[in-house]
Protein backbone atom coordinates (compact mmCIF):
# COMPACT_ATOMS: atom_id res chain seq x y z
CA UNK A 1 0.00 0.00 0.00
CA UNK A 2 1.07 3.66 -0.73
CA UNK A 3 0.61 5.28 2.00
CA UNK A 4 2.27 6.49 5.09
CA UNK A 5 1.33 8.33 8.76
CA UNK A 6 4.13 10.20 10.05
CA UNK A 7 3.48 12.35 13.83
CA UNK A 8 4.20 15.58 13.88
CA UNK A 9 3.36 18.99 15.69
CA UNK A 10 1.63 22.17 15.19
CA UNK A 11 1.47 25.62 17.39
CA UNK A 12 -1.21 26.77 18.60
CA UNK A 13 -0.59 29.87 20.96
CA UNK A 14 1.58 27.89 23.75
CA UNK A 15 0.21 24.36 23.19
CA UNK A 16 1.54 21.54 20.32
CA UNK A 17 -1.62 20.14 18.69
CA UNK A 18 -0.96 16.79 17.16
CA UNK A 19 -0.71 16.88 13.54
CA UNK A 20 -0.93 13.53 11.49
CA UNK A 21 1.03 13.47 7.86
CA UNK A 22 -0.63 11.44 5.47
CA UNK A 23 1.17 10.76 2.37
CA UNK A 24 -0.16 8.43 -0.91
CA UNK A 25 1.34 7.73 -3.72
CA UNK A 26 -1.35 7.16 -6.38
CA UNK A 27 -1.40 7.38 -10.65
CA UNK A 28 -1.42 9.68 -12.92
CA UNK A 29 0.03 12.49 -14.30
CA UNK A 30 2.72 13.14 -11.66
CA UNK A 31 2.02 16.23 -9.26
CA UNK A 32 2.48 16.97 -5.45
CA UNK A 33 -0.42 18.58 -3.46
CA UNK A 34 -0.17 19.48 0.05
CA UNK A 35 -3.73 19.53 1.92
CA UNK A 36 -5.31 20.69 5.23
CA UNK A 37 -5.41 24.11 5.76
CA UNK A 38 -1.85 24.88 4.81
CA UNK A 39 -0.52 28.46 4.90
CA UNK A 40 1.79 29.83 1.83
CA UNK A 41 5.11 28.28 3.82
CA UNK A 42 3.49 24.96 4.21
CA UNK A 43 2.51 24.79 0.42
CA UNK A 44 5.93 25.43 -0.68
CA UNK A 45 7.40 22.75 1.31
CA UNK A 46 6.92 20.46 -2.06
CA UNK A 47 9.57 22.14 -3.85
CA UNK A 48 12.19 22.41 -1.07
CA UNK A 49 11.41 18.51 0.05
CA UNK A 50 11.67 17.08 -3.69
CA UNK A 51 15.32 19.54 -3.41
CA UNK A 52 16.12 17.91 -0.42
CA UNK A 53 15.16 14.30 -1.47
CA UNK A 54 17.25 14.37 -4.33
CA UNK A 55 20.12 16.38 -3.07
CA UNK A 56 20.08 12.88 -0.31
CA UNK A 57 20.04 10.73 -3.35
CA UNK A 58 17.44 8.98 -2.82
CA UNK A 59 14.15 8.32 -5.46
CA UNK A 60 11.50 11.08 -5.42
CA UNK A 61 8.24 9.04 -6.90
CA UNK A 62 6.82 10.54 -10.40
CA UNK A 63 3.61 9.78 -8.68
CA UNK A 64 0.40 11.51 -7.80
CA UNK A 65 1.55 12.81 -4.96
CA UNK A 66 -1.16 13.78 -1.77
CA UNK A 67 -0.18 14.97 1.79
CA UNK A 68 -2.92 15.26 3.84
CA UNK A 69 -2.46 17.60 7.58
CA UNK A 70 -4.64 16.51 9.84
CA UNK A 71 -6.98 17.52 11.18
CA UNK A 72 -8.00 19.59 7.99
CA UNK A 73 -9.38 22.49 10.62
CA UNK A 74 -6.03 23.27 12.26
CA UNK A 75 -4.48 26.02 10.31
CA UNK A 76 -0.65 24.88 9.82
CA UNK A 77 2.05 27.49 9.20
CA UNK A 78 5.93 27.67 9.26
CA UNK A 79 8.41 25.24 7.86
CA UNK A 80 8.25 22.50 10.77
CA UNK A 81 6.81 19.90 8.51
CA UNK A 82 9.30 19.64 5.96
CA UNK A 83 11.11 16.87 7.39
CA UNK A 84 7.49 14.62 8.30
CA UNK A 85 6.52 15.33 4.76
CA UNK A 86 9.61 13.81 2.99
CA UNK A 87 9.88 10.98 5.89
CA UNK A 88 6.41 10.71 4.40
CA UNK A 89 6.72 10.04 1.16
CA UNK A 90 10.04 7.69 1.15
CA UNK A 91 7.89 5.66 3.33
CA UNK A 92 5.15 5.60 1.15
CA UNK A 93 7.99 4.68 -1.51
CA UNK A 94 9.52 1.80 0.48
CA UNK A 95 12.68 4.17 0.92
CA UNK A 96 12.51 3.53 4.92
CA UNK A 97 10.22 1.62 6.96
CA UNK A 98 7.02 2.67 8.02
CA UNK A 99 6.80 -0.11 10.92
CA UNK A 100 9.31 2.47 12.77
CA UNK A 101 7.41 5.66 12.34
CA UNK A 102 5.05 5.56 14.85
CA UNK A 103 7.52 5.18 18.02
CA UNK A 104 8.43 8.98 16.75
CA UNK A 105 7.33 12.49 16.15
CA UNK A 106 8.74 15.14 13.43
CA UNK A 107 9.89 18.89 13.27
CA UNK A 108 12.32 20.85 10.99
CA UNK A 109 12.50 22.67 8.01
CA UNK A 110 14.57 21.21 5.22
CA UNK A 111 16.91 23.50 3.19
CA UNK A 112 17.80 21.97 -0.38
CA UNK A 113 20.54 20.14 0.12
CA UNK A 114 18.27 18.43 2.79
CA UNK A 115 19.96 20.18 6.09
CA UNK A 116 17.61 20.11 8.98
CA UNK A 117 16.93 24.30 10.01
CA UNK A 118 15.88 24.98 13.49
CA UNK A 119 11.94 26.18 13.65
CA UNK A 120 10.08 27.91 16.38
CA UNK A 121 8.22 26.70 19.11
CA UNK A 122 9.87 23.67 20.09
CA UNK A 123 9.63 23.27 23.67
CA UNK A 124 5.96 22.80 23.50
CA UNK A 125 5.74 20.08 20.96
CA UNK A 126 8.70 18.30 23.28
CA UNK A 127 6.83 18.59 26.73
CA UNK A 128 3.44 16.83 24.13
CA UNK A 129 5.33 14.13 22.93
CA UNK A 130 6.63 13.00 26.46
CA UNK A 131 3.13 12.96 26.97
CA UNK A 132 2.60 10.87 23.86
CA UNK A 133 5.21 8.34 24.82
CA UNK A 134 6.90 9.45 21.56
CA UNK A 135 10.80 10.21 20.90
CA UNK A 136 11.45 13.69 18.80
CA UNK A 137 13.53 14.41 15.85
CA UNK A 138 14.39 17.28 15.40
CA UNK A 139 17.09 20.00 14.28
CA UNK A 140 20.82 20.23 16.12
CA UNK A 141 19.87 24.04 16.75
CA UNK A 142 16.69 22.79 18.75
CA UNK A 143 18.26 20.40 20.61
CA UNK A 144 19.08 22.51 23.85
CA UNK A 145 15.63 23.83 23.70
CA UNK A 146 14.00 20.54 23.55
CA UNK A 147 16.01 19.21 26.14
CA UNK A 148 14.69 21.34 28.75
CA UNK A 149 11.46 18.78 28.80
CA UNK A 150 13.60 16.49 30.94
CA UNK A 151 10.30 13.65 30.27
CA UNK A 152 11.52 13.64 26.29
CA UNK A 153 13.68 11.71 24.34
CA UNK A 154 14.53 14.15 21.97
CA UNK A 155 17.64 13.21 19.33
CA UNK A 156 18.93 15.48 16.89
CA UNK A 157 20.06 15.07 13.26
CA UNK A 158 22.21 17.39 10.67
CA UNK A 159 20.33 16.19 7.54
CA UNK A 160 17.24 14.03 6.14
CA UNK A 161 20.01 11.27 4.93
CA UNK A 162 21.20 11.09 8.96
CA UNK A 163 17.08 10.86 9.85
CA UNK A 164 16.59 7.94 7.06
CA UNK A 165 20.23 6.13 8.14
CA UNK A 166 18.92 5.73 11.69
CA UNK A 167 15.11 4.41 10.66
CA UNK A 168 16.71 2.19 8.83
CA UNK A 169 18.73 1.11 11.49
CA UNK A 170 22.26 2.14 10.43
CA UNK A 171 23.05 5.39 12.70
CA UNK A 172 22.27 6.23 16.00
CA UNK A 173 20.92 10.00 16.16
CA UNK A 174 22.58 11.67 19.38
CA UNK A 175 20.59 12.48 22.56
CA UNK A 176 19.54 16.37 23.03
CA UNK A 177 21.14 17.74 25.94
CA UNK A 178 20.74 20.76 27.71
CA UNK A 179 23.30 23.56 28.78
CA UNK A 180 24.14 24.35 32.19
CA UNK A 181 21.97 27.25 33.21
CA UNK A 182 23.07 30.72 34.14
CA UNK A 183 21.92 32.19 36.81
CA UNK A 184 22.07 36.30 36.41
CA UNK A 185 21.28 38.32 38.88
CA UNK A 186 21.64 41.44 37.01
CA UNK A 187 22.40 45.14 38.79
CA UNK A 188 22.62 44.87 42.83
CA UNK A 189 20.30 47.28 44.71
CA UNK A 190 23.35 48.14 46.05
CA UNK A 191 23.83 51.04 43.49
CA UNK A 192 20.81 52.53 44.56
CA UNK A 193 21.90 55.64 47.14
CA UNK A 194 19.47 56.38 49.84
CA UNK A 195 15.27 56.23 48.97
CA UNK A 196 14.96 54.06 51.89
CA UNK A 197 11.25 54.34 51.90
CA UNK A 198 10.96 53.23 48.21
CA UNK A 199 13.94 50.65 48.81
CA UNK A 200 10.97 49.20 51.40
CA UNK A 201 8.28 49.69 49.08
CA UNK A 202 10.57 47.22 46.67
CA UNK A 203 11.02 44.99 49.16
CA UNK A 204 7.64 44.62 50.00
CA UNK A 205 6.35 44.56 46.64
CA UNK A 206 9.01 41.73 45.67
CA UNK A 207 7.52 39.56 48.61
CA UNK A 208 4.38 39.61 47.61
CA UNK A 209 4.31 39.59 44.21
CA UNK A 210 2.62 43.30 44.20
CA UNK A 211 2.18 45.86 41.61
CA UNK A 212 4.18 48.91 42.35
CA UNK A 213 3.94 52.55 40.99
CA UNK A 214 7.10 54.82 41.82
CA UNK A 215 6.30 58.49 41.40
CA UNK A 216 9.09 61.37 41.04
CA UNK A 217 10.58 63.95 39.47
CA UNK A 218 13.63 63.36 37.39
CA UNK A 219 16.62 61.58 38.20
CA UNK A 220 15.23 61.17 41.69
CA UNK A 221 16.00 56.94 40.90
CA UNK A 222 12.71 54.96 39.56
CA UNK A 223 14.26 53.43 36.90
CA UNK A 224 17.07 52.43 38.85
CA UNK A 225 15.04 50.93 41.50
CA UNK A 226 12.59 49.12 39.09
CA UNK A 227 15.64 47.26 37.08
CA UNK A 228 16.42 46.22 40.70
CA UNK A 229 13.46 44.36 41.14
CA UNK A 230 14.62 40.57 39.35
CA UNK A 231 17.66 40.43 41.06
CA UNK A 232 14.79 40.60 44.39
CA UNK A 233 12.94 38.14 43.02
CA UNK A 234 13.78 34.15 44.18
CA UNK A 235 14.48 32.01 40.95
CA UNK A 236 12.12 30.83 39.26
CA UNK A 237 10.64 27.27 40.23
CA UNK A 238 11.28 24.48 37.56
CA UNK A 239 7.48 24.32 36.39
CA UNK A 240 7.14 28.24 36.18
CA UNK A 241 10.48 28.61 34.02
CA UNK A 242 9.04 25.59 31.77
CA UNK A 243 5.95 28.06 30.95
CA UNK A 244 8.13 31.16 30.38
CA UNK A 245 10.38 29.29 28.15
CA UNK A 246 7.22 27.62 25.92
CA UNK A 247 5.89 31.52 25.46
CA UNK A 248 9.89 32.57 24.72
CA UNK A 249 9.58 29.24 22.28
CA UNK A 250 6.64 30.10 20.73
CA UNK A 251 7.52 34.36 20.04
CA UNK A 252 9.54 34.12 17.62
CA UNK A 253 12.15 35.95 19.57
CA UNK A 254 14.37 33.37 20.31
CA UNK A 255 15.28 31.32 23.76
CA UNK A 256 18.26 31.43 25.31
CA UNK A 257 17.96 27.60 27.38
CA UNK A 258 21.32 28.22 29.31
CA UNK A 259 19.49 30.94 30.93
CA UNK A 260 15.79 29.64 31.40
CA UNK A 261 15.58 29.67 35.07
CA UNK A 262 15.89 33.56 35.43
CA UNK A 263 12.71 35.48 35.89
CA UNK A 264 11.75 37.31 32.52
CA UNK A 265 12.16 41.27 32.79
CA UNK A 266 10.60 43.67 29.95
CA UNK A 267 10.46 47.01 29.69
CA UNK A 268 8.80 48.02 26.32
CA UNK A 269 8.88 51.62 25.26
CA UNK A 270 5.90 53.75 25.62
CA UNK A 271 5.11 54.40 22.24
CA UNK A 272 4.21 50.26 22.28
CA UNK A 273 0.58 49.59 20.54
CA UNK A 274 -2.24 47.87 22.51
CA UNK A 275 -0.94 44.91 20.36
CA UNK A 276 2.69 44.77 21.13
CA UNK A 277 1.45 44.78 24.76
CA UNK A 278 -1.37 41.69 24.68
CA UNK A 279 -0.39 40.16 21.54
CA UNK A 280 -2.30 39.97 18.01
CA UNK A 281 -1.15 39.45 14.44
CA UNK A 282 -3.20 37.39 12.07
CA UNK A 283 -1.41 34.29 13.06
CA UNK A 284 -1.14 35.12 17.06
CA UNK A 285 1.72 35.77 18.72
CA UNK A 286 2.02 36.35 22.83
CA UNK A 287 3.07 39.97 23.76
CA UNK A 288 4.93 41.88 26.64
CA UNK A 289 2.62 41.32 29.41
CA UNK A 290 2.89 37.31 28.24
CA UNK A 291 6.80 37.77 27.69
CA UNK A 292 6.80 38.76 31.41
CA UNK A 293 5.24 35.98 32.86
CA UNK A 294 6.53 35.14 36.09
CA UNK A 295 8.72 38.10 35.76
CA UNK A 296 8.13 41.57 35.57
CA UNK A 297 6.99 43.88 33.39
CA UNK A 298 8.30 48.09 33.74
CA UNK A 299 6.55 50.27 31.69
CA UNK A 300 8.36 53.89 32.43
CA UNK A 301 6.77 57.50 31.68
CA UNK A 302 3.31 55.65 32.72
CA UNK A 303 1.23 59.37 31.27
CA UNK A 304 2.82 59.22 28.15
CA UNK A 305 1.25 55.87 26.96
CA UNK A 306 -1.27 55.61 24.47
CA UNK A 307 -4.65 55.48 26.89
CA UNK A 308 -6.29 52.53 25.30
CA UNK A 309 -2.63 50.70 25.42
CA UNK A 310 -2.65 50.89 28.99
CA UNK A 311 -6.57 49.92 29.59
CA UNK A 312 -5.73 46.11 27.39
CA UNK A 313 -4.02 45.63 30.96
CA UNK A 314 -7.01 45.71 33.32
CA UNK A 315 -7.89 42.38 32.53
CA UNK A 316 -4.33 40.32 32.83
CA UNK A 317 -4.08 41.98 36.54
CA UNK A 318 -6.80 40.46 37.31
CA UNK A 319 -7.27 36.68 35.38
CA UNK A 320 -3.56 36.35 34.75
CA UNK A 321 -4.62 35.08 31.00
CA UNK A 322 -5.02 37.39 27.70
CA UNK A 323 -7.08 35.54 25.32
CA UNK A 324 -6.41 37.11 21.44
CA UNK A 325 -9.29 35.86 18.86
CA UNK A 326 -8.75 36.39 15.64
CA UNK A 327 -11.77 35.52 12.95
CA UNK A 328 -9.93 32.16 12.28
CA UNK A 329 -8.47 31.32 15.87
CA UNK A 330 -8.73 32.05 19.10
CA UNK A 331 -5.35 31.61 21.41
CA UNK A 332 -4.76 31.88 24.93
CA UNK A 333 -1.44 33.44 26.85
CA UNK A 334 -0.55 33.05 30.50
CA UNK A 335 0.18 36.54 31.96
CA UNK A 336 0.72 35.88 35.33
CA UNK A 337 2.93 39.24 35.57
CA UNK A 338 4.12 41.78 38.18
CA UNK A 339 3.58 45.35 36.77
CA UNK A 340 6.49 47.92 38.03
CA UNK A 341 5.53 51.57 36.51
CA UNK A 342 7.20 55.24 37.10
CA UNK A 343 6.08 58.33 36.57
CA UNK A 344 6.78 61.71 36.80
CA UNK A 345 4.37 63.83 39.48
CA UNK A 346 3.67 66.78 37.17
CA UNK A 347 3.82 67.68 33.20
CA UNK A 348 7.21 69.08 34.06
CA UNK A 349 8.03 66.71 36.91
CA UNK A 350 8.97 69.01 39.33
CA UNK A 351 5.66 69.36 41.98
CA UNK A 352 6.04 68.61 45.34
CA UNK A 353 10.11 69.46 44.93
CA UNK A 354 11.67 71.94 47.69
CA UNK A 355 13.39 73.74 45.21
CA UNK A 356 9.77 75.07 44.08
CA UNK A 357 10.73 75.31 40.25
CA UNK A 358 7.47 73.76 39.55
CA UNK A 359 5.03 76.08 37.65
CA UNK A 360 2.29 73.35 36.59
CA UNK A 361 -1.14 74.77 37.03
CA UNK A 362 -3.27 72.79 39.62
CA UNK A 363 -5.61 71.70 36.62
CA UNK A 364 -2.57 70.65 34.53
CA UNK A 365 -1.27 68.15 37.45
CA UNK A 366 -4.76 66.61 37.34
CA UNK A 367 -5.41 65.97 33.72
CA UNK A 368 -1.72 64.92 33.75
CA UNK A 369 -2.46 62.01 36.25
CA UNK A 370 -6.07 61.26 34.86
CA UNK A 371 -4.16 60.02 31.73
CA UNK A 372 -3.94 56.68 34.07
CA UNK A 373 -7.41 55.31 34.63
CA UNK A 374 -8.73 54.73 37.97
CA UNK A 375 -9.58 51.32 37.57
CA UNK A 376 -5.74 50.69 36.20
CA UNK A 377 -4.86 52.59 39.17
CA UNK A 378 -6.87 50.24 41.53
CA UNK A 379 -5.43 47.31 40.66
CA UNK A 380 -1.75 48.78 41.41
CA UNK A 381 -1.06 47.66 45.00
CA UNK A 382 1.84 50.08 46.26
CA UNK A 383 2.26 53.82 44.82
CA UNK A 384 5.18 55.43 46.48
CA UNK A 385 7.00 58.76 46.13
CA UNK A 386 10.49 58.52 45.11
CA UNK A 387 12.08 62.07 46.23
CA UNK A 388 14.94 63.92 44.75
CA UNK A 389 17.82 63.39 46.73
CA UNK A 390 20.07 65.65 48.65
CA UNK A 391 23.61 65.83 46.94
CA UNK A 392 25.12 64.39 49.97
CA UNK A 393 23.51 61.25 49.56
CA UNK A 394 25.25 60.97 45.94
CA UNK A 395 28.61 60.96 47.40
CA UNK A 396 30.76 58.24 46.18
CA UNK A 397 32.23 57.59 49.44
CA UNK A 398 28.32 57.47 50.70
CA UNK A 399 27.35 54.48 52.89
CA UNK A 400 25.92 51.90 50.44
CA UNK A 401 22.16 50.34 51.39
CA UNK A 402 22.03 46.46 51.69
CA UNK A 403 22.85 44.65 48.39
CA UNK A 404 20.28 42.38 46.25
CA UNK A 405 21.42 38.86 47.67
CA UNK A 406 20.83 40.16 51.37
CA UNK A 407 16.96 40.92 50.65
CA UNK A 408 16.77 38.43 48.20
CA UNK A 409 17.48 35.40 50.77
CA UNK A 410 14.18 37.68 52.85
CA UNK A 411 12.09 37.72 49.92
CA UNK A 412 12.83 34.11 49.73
CA UNK A 413 12.19 33.11 52.53
CA UNK A 414 8.81 35.22 53.20
CA UNK A 415 8.04 33.88 49.74
CA UNK A 416 8.31 30.14 51.37
CA UNK A 417 5.77 31.20 54.04
CA UNK A 418 3.14 32.42 52.12
CA UNK A 419 4.07 29.22 49.98
CA UNK A 420 3.52 26.63 52.86
CA UNK A 421 0.17 28.65 53.57
CA UNK A 422 -1.66 28.55 50.59
CA UNK A 423 0.32 27.45 48.02
CA UNK A 424 0.70 31.36 46.42
CA UNK A 425 2.19 34.83 47.15
CA UNK A 426 -0.33 37.23 48.88
CA UNK A 427 -0.80 39.04 45.60
CA UNK A 428 -3.12 36.36 43.84
CA UNK A 429 -5.17 35.85 47.25
CA UNK A 430 -8.83 35.03 46.58
CA UNK A 431 -11.17 36.75 48.61
CA UNK A 432 -12.08 33.28 50.79
CA UNK A 433 -8.16 32.97 51.52
CA UNK A 434 -7.72 36.33 52.39
CA UNK A 435 -10.61 35.67 54.96
CA UNK A 436 -8.68 33.46 56.29
CA UNK A 437 -5.80 34.72 56.03
CA UNK A 438 -5.90 38.61 56.78
CA UNK A 439 -8.35 38.74 59.50
CA UNK A 440 -8.42 42.15 61.55
CA UNK A 441 -9.19 42.62 64.85
CA UNK A 442 -12.53 45.10 65.96
CA UNK A 443 -9.45 48.30 65.87
CA UNK A 444 -7.48 47.82 63.14
CA UNK A 445 -11.29 47.02 61.25
CA UNK A 446 -12.25 50.59 62.24
CA UNK A 447 -9.11 51.73 61.30
CA UNK A 448 -9.19 50.19 57.74
CA UNK A 449 -12.90 51.41 57.41
CA UNK A 450 -11.91 54.99 58.17
CA UNK A 451 -8.78 55.18 55.92
CA UNK A 452 -11.00 54.04 53.29
CA UNK A 453 -13.90 56.29 53.84
CA UNK A 454 -10.93 59.67 54.10
CA UNK A 455 -8.92 58.16 51.02
CA UNK A 456 -11.87 57.55 48.94
CA UNK A 457 -11.09 53.91 47.96
CA UNK A 458 -12.97 51.17 46.03
CA UNK A 459 -13.30 47.52 47.83
CA UNK A 460 -10.81 46.30 45.19
CA UNK A 461 -8.07 49.02 46.67
CA UNK A 462 -9.40 47.54 50.54
CA UNK A 463 -8.58 44.38 49.33
CA UNK A 464 -5.06 45.11 48.11
CA UNK A 465 -4.06 47.18 51.00
CA UNK A 466 -4.99 43.80 52.74
CA UNK A 467 -3.39 41.76 50.85
CA UNK A 468 -0.05 44.03 51.25
CA UNK A 469 -0.94 44.09 55.23
CA UNK A 470 -0.60 40.23 55.19
CA UNK A 471 3.00 40.13 53.51
CA UNK A 472 4.05 43.45 55.88
CA UNK A 473 3.36 40.92 58.32
CA UNK A 474 4.81 37.76 56.75
CA UNK A 475 7.89 40.18 56.85
CA UNK A 476 7.94 40.53 60.42
CA UNK A 477 7.45 37.16 61.28
CA UNK A 478 3.93 37.67 62.57
CA UNK A 479 1.40 35.57 62.36
CA UNK A 480 -1.57 37.67 62.68
CA UNK A 481 -1.62 41.44 61.13
CA UNK A 482 -0.82 43.93 63.56
CA UNK A 483 -2.04 48.00 63.58
CA UNK A 484 1.72 48.68 62.28
CA UNK A 485 1.36 46.01 59.59
CA UNK A 486 -2.09 47.15 58.52
CA UNK A 487 -0.80 51.13 58.71
CA UNK A 488 2.54 50.71 56.49
CA UNK A 489 0.16 48.84 54.36
CA UNK A 490 -1.99 52.35 54.53
CA UNK A 491 0.99 54.26 53.70
CA UNK A 492 1.54 53.22 50.63
CA UNK A 493 -1.91 54.45 49.13
CA UNK A 494 -1.76 57.91 50.07
CA UNK A 495 -1.23 58.95 46.58
CA UNK A 496 -4.28 57.11 44.82
CA UNK A 497 -6.89 58.70 43.35
CA UNK A 498 -8.46 59.71 46.49
CA UNK A 499 -6.34 61.77 47.93
CA UNK A 500 -3.33 61.98 50.70
CA UNK A 501 -5.59 62.88 53.52
CA UNK A 502 -3.83 62.25 57.15
CA UNK A 503 -6.14 59.52 58.05
CA UNK A 504 -7.07 59.44 62.03
Avoid at 410 to 428: F, I
Wanted: hydrophobic residues 40%; aromatic residues 2%.
Amino acid sequence: MSLALVHSRARAGVTAPAVKVEVHLGGGVPRMSIVGLPEAAVREAKDRVRAAIQCAQFEFPARVITVNLAPADLPKDGGRFDLPIAIGILAASGQVPREALDRYEFLGELGLTGELRIVDGVLPAALAAAQAGRKLILPPGNGPEAALAKEVEACTARTLLEVCAALNGAKTLPAAVAPATRRGHGADLQDVRGQAHARRALEVAAAGNHHLLLIGPPGSGKTLLASRLPGLLPEASEEEALETAAIASVSGRGLDPARWRERPYRAPHHTASAVALVGGGAQPRPGEISLAHHGVLFLDELPEWDRRALEVLREPLESGVVTISRAARQNEFPARFQLIAAMNPCPCGWAGDPSGRCRCSGEAVRRYRARISGPLMDRIDLHVEVPRLPPSDLRPDAAPGENSATVRERVAHTRGVQQARCGKANAQLTQAEMAECCRLDARDQRLLERAIESLQLSARSMHRILRVARTVADMAGSEAIRTAHLTEALGYRRLDRGGARQVA
